[in-house]
């Protein structure tokens, strides 16, 4: 996932999207407990896509903040 797709997202989008990502994050370290987990390389994606979302968010915050 790329930043700049992110920066075209609204922040509800952006909400919804790092949702997900922590589900499947769960959903990972489920499997992984469990024996299950095949690529375990999706673990690392994820985490970091959830990190690039929430600095994202934190941008928007304060581009937000600095306006008003």
Known sequence: M???DLRDK???QLRDQ???LKKEAFNLRFQKATGQLEN???MQIVR???ARVKT???QKAAA???EA
């Open 2 to 4: 790329k930043a700049q």
């Open 10 to 12: 609204t922040p509800d």
């Open 18 to 20: 790092l949702a997900s």
């Open 40 to 42: 375990t390389s999706r």
């Open 48 to 50: 970091r896509d959830a």
């Open 56 to 58: 994202i968010l934190n």
């Open 64 to 66: 937000a903040a600095g």
